[in-house]
Every structure is written in C-alpha cells, then in structure tokens.
C-alpha cells in the first residue's frame, strides 16, 4: 500500500498544530461511537457469497419481467446488442480522459461525432461533449444565464412542468447565489403563456421541458419571443427520441438546449449513470461548462481531433470559473453516438412515430375504461396523464398484481395530483400489452 | 517596442489617450508582444458601468495565457469595442488604434497623475 506520508511527515504536521498523536484529533467524538465492535459473520467462501448474492437479486423486477408503463424521466426503449459491444471494446472501455491527443484519437473523434449528431437532432450550433445526467444539465443551464449577464439578473423562471427532480437540483446547485427563481408554483396545469407574465428585464432565464414533465407539447413561440423582448436567455429540456417527430427547439429560437439522454441506447440502471445533454448558440460557446472536441490537421495536414475549448478558467484561472465541471460522460456519450448511428435520421424517425402511435392507442383505450380519462386537448409525445377514479398510487398496487408497472403517481411531487398516473409508452409495449393494461383496469374498476 | 509618445501608461501595461474627459483605453504593444497571439477577448462590463480604477474590465486570452485588463482610470464606460470580439488578432497587428477596449468617461481626471508618460514606461523595470 502507497501511503503518501511518512511517519516524520505526520510527526511534523501534528507538532505545528500542537496536537500529541492522531487519535487527539478525535476528541470531541463520543467514546461509544469510536471503533464499535463490528459483529460481522465468518467468512464464507467465493461459491457461497455468489449465491447468497444471487438470491438477493431475486428480489428485484425489472421491466424485462413486467410489463411496464413507467417513464417520468427514464424510458424503456430497446437497445441494439451492437452497442454493448462497441462500448466494452477495450481502447474506449479503458481509456482515461484525452488529455492527450496524440494517444486519444478514437475517444476524441467519438466524442466529437457525437457532439455533432447532438447540434444535427436539436438544431443547435454547438454541444458540449456532454454532462453527467439531464439534472446537471439544466443546472449548468441556470448557472450559464445567471453568469452570462455577470450577476446582474437575478431572476430565473422554471415551468412548474419541469421535472421535479430537475428542480431540486437546479436549487441545490444554486443554492448560497443570490438569485430569485419563481414560476414553480403556478399550477401544474399552466402552459407557455402563464410563463410570460413573470418575464421582466430583471430575467436571467427562462426554462421549459418540452415535451413537459406530464408529456404535453406546447408551441413555445411566443415564449421565447417574449423572453427575448427583455434580452433573457431562453432554455428548452427536451426529450431526445421525441426530436425525431417534433419541431427542434431551435425553430423557437431557444438559446439552450438540455436534455435526458437516457433514450440514446442507455439502460435504465436503477437511475444511472445517464447522460446530460447541453447545446447552445455560437456566440455562448465560451459560456458553456465541460468541453468541446474539435477536428483539426496535423502537422503533415492530416485530420486530427483534440479538445478544442475548456472555458479558460478552469484551468487557468479557476478563482474566476463559473463552472467547476470540465469532463464529460464520455463511455455514456458514447453509447448514444453508435445507438444514433445505429437508428439513422430515418430510423430516429420511426422510432418516434412508433413512440408516438403507441402511446396514443394507449391513451385512446385508457380513456375508455369507465372513471379514466386523458386530457385529450393538449399534443403530447409517448406518455400522458391519466386521471384515475381512485389515488394512482392504489391503481399502481392493482396493477403490480397482474405484473404491471404502471406510471408515475404524480402525487409525490404535485400534492394536487394525487389521481393523476404519468404512463408512458414506447415501442417496447406491444398492442397486446397495452390492451392487458386497459383490461386490468376495467377488471379493477369494478372491484 | 512601439510606445507612442502621447499615451499614458498603466504597471499594467495598459494605455490611455485622453481626449477632454474621454479616455480610451487597450493594451500596450508589449503586452500583445508578451501574450503572442490573442485568441479572445471579452468585455466584462456593460456599456453605462461605472468601474473604479484597478477594477477589471476585460479578459485576454492567448495561446499562452489568460490575463485580466484593468481599468487605468475610474468612470463610466461608454462604449465597447465589438469589432474585438470576432477578431481579438487585432490587439496583436493595431494595439494602439483598431484594438482600443474601451471608452471611459472619467470621473477624476487627478487618477491619470498616478499613470507614467511614454518614457517611464519604457524603462519600467520588468521582473521577468
């Protein structure tokens, strides 16, 4: 073991701060608490751990073994067995971050392929080489506008139809920064032009998830038209598949782009590690958090890539950084870039269609159980809001019996909402699947 | 080493030309010399700010280094040069004319006491 400091080190520093030995430094601990008695078992062999392990994770059900219906930020889609295989080559599974380019070169051309199928699906100038999930991307989102205009707006304006869990992140990263960040508590059921009200020239930003948190698409124009008229930042959370069908959020003139990219050929694993992705306008580039692979020539004027942009301070002048992330997610990102790849602009296409048509069977069969009903007013992607005669979360213990994982109950973030199920759909649910759904809840509903 | 005569000067090897209570202001030929090629530049201050002398108001960035460029008298900044920021290589071939930074409306003419003439800048002791 590599201990990086001697006994006389140690000896030294004690001294200087006038303390006898190491344990003195534990003083204020409670006796009972220091070095308990750790009542552990014997140990057991290799063969018997795997097998207690084993059984353990009996205990667990996936959505290989349910049929499930539950997405509020994690989706089930399928992922082509070739991206595994790419992933867990070796030269990309075991490489360390390309600092070095010249013995990088195949991590730093996947992450600038990815990069640029990220700008080609939102529609944006640039893309960073990607953050850790969608969370810290909305956050670098809301700390990019608050830096951008140097602390002088101070407001920032978040749809209550973000994802609550995004929310909470963007408050703790925010956290000890003087900034007012309002809109929230409008209802869940606001759209766009509730937003637009809050807008004043004290507004660093203004956030939307698009499709939203409840699965409805807005038009977002005349927000960003508005949010543009006091020179605020406009920001759009989107879902990645559903760019294959609907308008990129550059055709609303967004600033940036944020999103999940969990769909991108990631599985759902218990909630990570996942994948942030985060575009922006050319003339934010310097803005942007993490880092940018460029293509470049080498001496002898062959196509090279290297990281082309960290923003300075980082590393050079970190007292002024507004940002403290400058990697990236670079095995994740990889695997969205080959699952693009895979799919096509067509297959990305269908993919989302196929989301689509899906969903809104579904939502046609749910709606004709007796005591179920879906707003059938607002546009909406592969998951909707189900509004349920009983507490969703009594529908989802119904629904467990049968093998079903049903949606999201939205009562645990929105106390309003405790008779409203999030269900989502993708190409995963077959007819058959969706029609067992709406029977067990005809079957349920007469209990 | 191009210093003109009709400038002040900065420790930090920022000029100033003064004309009644405007002064511009940029950064010296020795400094864009020092830095070698400026790859960025930005502005950090709004048009209508008011900065005190020492403040900062600009970062330059080369293929080198990153420096602060601090404010060589206290006012009010009215006007930005936007042309640096689609080509900061004009600090490196015109430091003394198209790549001025900033106008300042002084607010006390007495700070430019405390800048050198073209001469003490010239012979300024360099550390490095």
């Not at chain 1, 973000?162 to 309002?182: A, F, K, Q, S």
């Not at chain 1, 994948?275 to 803005?287: C, E, N």
């Not at chain 1, 179920?372 to 009983?390: A, G, K, L, W």
């Not at chain 1, 979360?393 to 093998?403: G, P, T």
Request: one cysteine or more.
């Amino acid at each position: 073991m590599y201990i990086s400091h001697t006994q006389a080190d140690r000896e030294a520093m004690l001294k200087i701060i006038g303390v006898e030995k190491l344990e003195d430094l534990f003083q204020c601990l409670p006796d009972e608490g220091k070095f308990p008695e750790l009542s552990l078992p014997d140990g057991i062999t290799e063969m018997e751990a795997l097998d207690e392990l084993q059984y353990i994770s009996t205990a667990n059900e996936t959505p290989q073994e349910l049929v499930s219906f539950l997405g509020a930020g994690a989706y089930n889609h399928y992922i082509p067995a070739a991206v595994d295989s790419i992933l867990m080559r070796s030269e990309f599974y075991t490489a360390y971050t390309p600092y070095q380019p010249e013995i990088a070169q195949g991590t730093l051309q996947a992450i600038f392929e990815y990069q640029s199928l990220i700008a080609a699906l939102t529609g944006m100038d640039v893309s960073n080489a990607s953050h850790y999930d969608g969370a810290t991307a909305v956050a670098e989102a809301v700390n990019m506008a608050y830096h951008n205009f140097r602390g002088r707006k101070k407001k920032i304006i978040l749809s209550p139809s973000i994802h609550p869990h995004y929310r909470e992140t963007i408050h703790t990263y925010m956290d000890g920064v003087n900034l007012e960040i309002i809109g929230e508590d409008l209802s869940p059921e606001s759209g766009p032009d509730d937003l637009i009200k809050l807008i004043d020239d004290q507004t660093a930003l203004v956030m939307v998830q698009y499709p939203d948190f409840f699965g409805r698409i807005y038009d977002l124009t005349k927000l960003s038209t508005a949010t543009h008229e006091q020179k605020s930042l406009f920001s759009v959370h989107i879902n990645p598949i559903s760019l294959g069908l609907i308008k990129p959020p550059s055709e609303f003139d967004a600033d940036i782009v944020t999103g999940e990219g969990q769909p991108l050929g990631i599985p759902m694993s218990f909630g990570g590690p996942y994948l942030g992705l985060f575009a922006t306008k050319k003339q934010y580039v310097r803005k942007m958090a993490g880092r940018l692979a460029g293509e470049t020539v080498d001496t002898e004027g062959k196509r090279g890539y290297v990281l082309t942009l960290n923003t300075r301070e980082q590393h050079i002048r970190r007292e002024q950084a507004t940002s403290n992330i400058c990697t990236n997610q670079g095995l994740i990102a990889l695997a969205s870039t080959v699952y693009l790849s895979l799919l096509g602009k067509n297959g990305l296409q269908e993919l989302a269609r196929l989301n689509y048509h899906k969903a809104h069977y579904a939502a046609e069969k749910i709606s004709a159980v007796p005591g179920f009903t879906v707003n059938p007013v607002q546009p909406f992607f592969n998951e909707f809001v189900v509004h349920c005669p009983v507490p969703a979360k009594e529908v989802n213990q119904s629904l467990l019996k049968y093998d079903i994982l049903g949606g999201y109950d939205l009562g645990q973030d929105y106390p309003d909402l405790t008779h409203e199920l999030l269900v989502a759909v993708t190409e995963m649910n077959t007819r058959s699947e969706i029609d067992f759904l709406a029977a067990v809840l005809e079957e349920e509903s007469h209990d | 080493m191009n210093t003109p005569a009709d400038l002040k000067y900065s420790t930090n090897d920022e000029w100033i030309r003064v004309e009644g209570d405007v002064a511009t202001m940029g950064i010296t030929d020795y400094a864009q010399d020092q830095l070698s090629d400026i790859v960025f530049v930005e502005i950090v201050a709004f048009e209508g700010d008011s900065l005190e002398q020492g403040e900062t108001c600009a970062v330059v960035e080369s293929v080198k280094a990153a420096a602060d460029v601090y404010m060589p008298v206290g006012g009010e900044i009215t006007a930005i040069n936007q042309q640096l920021v689609d080509s900061p290589e004009l600090i490196n071939q015109d430091p003394y004319g198209n790549a001025w930074l900033i106008k300042i409306k002084m607010a006390d003419s007495r700070e430019l006491d405390g800048l050198m003439d073209a001469d003490t800048y010239k012979n300024l002791e360099r550390d490095h």
